[in-house]
């Protein structure tokens, strides 16, 4: 069961939720996501219906609505809650006017008291919810603050600090909704059915029903209900949804598209590939949910500080309520009230706000420029990048890869061997092996399907056909095999010393031919690789070609570090020495055949991912898109979290140790308390953090 949860504005409530839905009989697992306000229930079959869990929320006073549920009526939860909340602004002015120009008690008493009635009826709700609980949050804290008003006869500070609280609840709730949206903007740029072609005729879909193998018709103008491959048809489309890239991409037949991106002019026909929870959109709305999982280290630090700060000073307030009065004779009502005002600064509020919201509004904000964060622990580390290890192939290199001659050894012909070499790239992932099949493909060269494809990560690949094995990969590769290649040493020699790429082609016993592979860098390599050096960060490329044409890139592109003919295991060796020598490492690598390095870094990126599953898995941060300029863009938004986080941190730390220490002279009253102590701070927070998701920052 899946929902989405309404109210639900603070870390606090998420984790109640959590408990209180656990707590129902027969329920097995709860998943609640305070960034995107869902609850996800797993329970066993017929023990619990979705009716009580919504009864379990809503006695708890938040509000519920099952996934794909239209959204509830005009009046929603917030809605009232902005209704009691405004009721009680005015109820508490009226009572103002009554007390200070009237003077009258029969209209400033009832109407505080209704001030109160109405604006704490949420926060009753929830704070008696929270005491039955044995759970200690500032609904309770306001509960207690009101009653201790009451009684010392403050009934304008209590009508007061409960609708401040009322209005700092409801603007929290505005603005998390906000950063919310970001989040779930992705999702809903995937339509919610697919027009599909079945039994001859068109026919509207549900999404989730649309079957692998269904053609799904895709006019102009309309977005790309799944991911799918072009069937006939061509046009341009916007994939923005998922690459962050604003430049429409050509698709014609054979293409892949993706759902939840926007077809151009022209008319597409899409074979669907994938089933709508495998798309790629859904993955990425899956992943930046699981990324709360993966808190950010400020974030593990503040809740731990909370976890003592909120008994240490409910502690101080409970003995400045009395101990004045029974030490030294002080009178009551005035340290009780102190007392009191210490009580709601006791909550952590903006302190406990301040890391998460930085870092939802951050990975949305990264999320909408095509770059991934797998949690905020990747985002922090990211600040503190100090080296960069780039993996050559597919990441550095791949504007145009191009097959640029085949020699054919004794015996063959040119298309013998690309056909060989066809057969055996046909089903590898690998950069080059795309160079190959156009080649074949240019070439009209039918190749065959073959059995038993291996992958020899970093090294080459081979399949069986017929009852012959084939294999095309780097001599080093098939030197390892015990073939001898004296014959052709020169040869190779030569042309990777032009900076060319040899893949040989060959069987178990006799080799037949050699291709050679340009591999131009990306164009913006290399502006990539100056904008590290600019912010201090050292860059080295690791890769397994060989080394002549390792140096012509580095030196091309201005790496001065790097090594060549390595194995993926010196890779790993590699990540560990750099890591050693310079600090935080991140390594960046297509996500395909370097998953082993990417995992061991500090900081593991995958890009161009959108079209490769597997490397959407791969790595803590993924670039959906092909360019590494994001590489760039996804340092500065670490540092710049970092910064935010660092700043909110200090802000709501300082303001409150200010007002704990103005509480003793009697400078701050409950409603300065609130006012400063949680509106003002949580708004400055949210505030702050929202920055790092503004369209000036994202889009540069
Ligand atoms: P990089 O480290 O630069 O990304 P890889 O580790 O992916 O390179 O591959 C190292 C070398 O292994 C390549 O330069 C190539 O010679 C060979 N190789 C790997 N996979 C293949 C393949 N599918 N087809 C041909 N050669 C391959
Ligand atoms: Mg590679």
């Known amino acids: 069961m899946a929902f989405s949860v309404e109210g639900m504005d603070c870390i606090e409530c998420a984790r109640k939720i959590e408990k209180a839905v656990l707590a129902l009989d027969g329920v097995r697992q709860v998943r609640v996501s305070y960034t995107l306000g869902k609850l996800q229930v797993e329970a066993d079959r017929g023990m619990v219906a979705e009716d009580d869990v919504g009864d379990v929320l809503r006695s708890m006073g938040y509000g519920l609505r099952s996934e794909g549920a239209p959204m509830e009526d005009f009046l929603s939860l917030r809605n009232k809650r902005l209704l009691v909340t405004i009721a009680s602004g005015v109820l508490l002015a009226i009572g103002a006017v009554g007390e200070f120009i009237l003077g009258d008690m029969l209209v400033y008493l009832p109407a505080y008291g209704a001030a109160i009635v109405t604006g704490g009826y949420y926060i009753a709700i929830r704070g008696v919810a929270s005491i039955r609980r044995l759970y200690l949050d500032m609904n309770v804290l306001m509960i207690i603050a009101v009653v201790g008003a009451v009684l010392i006869r403050s009934y304008e500070e209590a009508a007061s600090i409960v609708f401040l609280f009322s209005l700092a609840e409801l603007l929290e709730s505005y603005s998390v909704a906000r950063t919310r949206r970001s989040i779930s903007q992705l999702l809903d740029f995937a339509p919610r059915t697919a027009r599909l072609l079945r039994e001859g005729k068109e026919q509207s879909v549900d999404v989730t029903d649309v079957r ?120 009551l009502e005035e340290w009780f009230y102190r007392g009191l005002v210490l009580l709601v600064i006791s909550c952590p509020c903006a302190l406990v706000l301040s890391t998460p919201v ?94 038993s494809f291996q992958a020899f990560t970093g090294k080459g690949v081979g399949i069986q056909i017929l009852d012959r094995i084939v294999y095309a990969g780097s001599p080093q590769f098939f030197r390892e095999r015990g073939i001898d290649l004296s014959e052709w040493e020169e040869l190779i020699e030569k042309r990777t010393t032009a900076g060319a790429t040899v893949v040989l082609v060959g069987g178990e016993e006799e080799m037949m031919g050699l291709l050679t592979i340009r591999d131009t860098p990306r164009p913006e390599a290399k502006e990539v690789v100056h904008g590290l050096k600019d912010m201090g960060v050292a860059v080295v490329m690791l890769t397994g070609d060989a080394a002549p044409v390792a140096e012509k890139v580095a030196r091309e592109l201005g790496i001065d570090e790097y090594r060549a003919g390595m194995l993926p295991e010196d890779k790993l060796a590699a990540v560990d020495e750099y890591r050693q020598r310079h600090g935080t490492l991140l390594m960046v690598g297509d996500g395909i055949n370097d998953a082993p390095a990417l995992a061991k870094a500090d900081v593991g990126m995958a890009m161009g991912v959108a079209g ?63 006012l400063v102590g949680d509106l003002g701070v949580s708004l400055a927070v949210i505030l702050n953090a929202l920055r790092l998701n503004r369209r000036s920052f994202t889009r540069t």
């Open 212 to 331: 692998v193998g269904d053609v799904a018709i895709v006019r102009p103008g309309e977005r790309i209900p799944v991911d799918g491959e072009v069937l006939q048809g061509e046009s341009s489309v916007e994939e923005s949804a998922i690459t962050g890239e604003s430049i429409p991409a050509t698709k014609k037949e054979g293409d892949a598209v993706f759902g939840g991106t926007l077809n151009g002019s022209g008319t597409l026909d899409v074979r669907v590939t994938k089933r709508f929870e495998d798309n790629v959109i859904s993955k990425i709305v899956r992943l930046v949910e699981e990324a709360e999982a993966n808190k950010a280290p400020s974030e593990r630090l503040v809740d731990r500080f909370a976890r003592y700060y909120t008994p240490v000073v409910i502690a101080i307030a409970v003995a400045t309520m009395f101990l004045p009065t029974l030490v030294f004779g002080q009178p």
């Open 358 to 451: 930085s870092v939802v509004s951050a990975i949305s904000g990264g999320a909408r420029r095509g770059v991934l964060f797998k949690g905020g622990l990747f985002l922090e580390r990211m600040a503190d990048v100090k080296v960069v290890a780039f993996d050559k192939t597919g990441t550095l290199t791949s504007g145009r890869t191009v097959v640029e001659d085949i020699v054919p050894f004794d015996g063959y012909s040119a298309r013998e061997v690309l056909k060989v070499a066809a057969s055996a790239e046909n089903r590898s992932e690998h950069h080059l092996a795309r160079a190959v099949m156009e080649r074949a493909r240019s070439e009209d060269i039918e190749f065959e399907e073959g059995t």
């Open 612 to 674: 490769t599953d597997v490397a959407l898995e791969a790595g803590d941060v993924a670039l959906m898109g092909d360019d590494l300029r994001s590489l760039l863009f996804s340092i500065r938004l670490g540092r710049a979290a970092r910064k935010v986080i660092k700043q909110n941190i200090a802000t709501s730390l300082l303001v409150k140790l200010a007002l704990t220490i103005l509480v003793f002279p009697g400078v701050v009253t409950l409603w300065i308390a609130i």
